[in-house]
């Protein structure tokens, strides 16, 4: 599953509250997504970035609404890490 990075930006800007620098290539961002992230958030986040229905995707995880509100805040506050941060964006050390 590929993330389409002419949406992968805009969808980060609006979970990330103020990221550290610019943004690191999709390659990159997909692998800390991918390390970072549980697979059915991982999941969660590549349907919504694709702009893709969740009803199929939450039957076959088996979320239902709460559990799927519950994952994306989860997205959003482990995306809003610093460490996380740092991994996403070209940082100046």
């Known amino acids: 599953m590929k993330i389409p990075s002419e949406k992968l930006v805009p ?3 609006e979970l990330v509250d103020k990221p550290l ?3 690191k290539s999709r390659e990159e961002i997909d692998s800390v997504l ?3 992230l549980t697979k059915k958030e991982y999941r969660l986040f590549v ?3 694709e702009g893709e229905t969740l009803d199929p995707l939450m039957e076959k995880l088996r979320l ?3 559990r799927t509100e ?3 805040e989860s997205i959003r506050r482990k995306l809003n890490r610093d460490g996380i941060k740092r991994e996403l964006c070209e940082v100046a050390e």
């Open 11 to 13: 969808r980060l800007q």
């Open 21 to 23: 620098g610019p943004w």
């Open 34 to 36: 991918r390390r970072r």
């Open 47 to 49: 349907a919504e970035v």
């Open 64 to 66: 239902d609404g709460e």
């Open 70 to 72: 519950a994952l994306r």
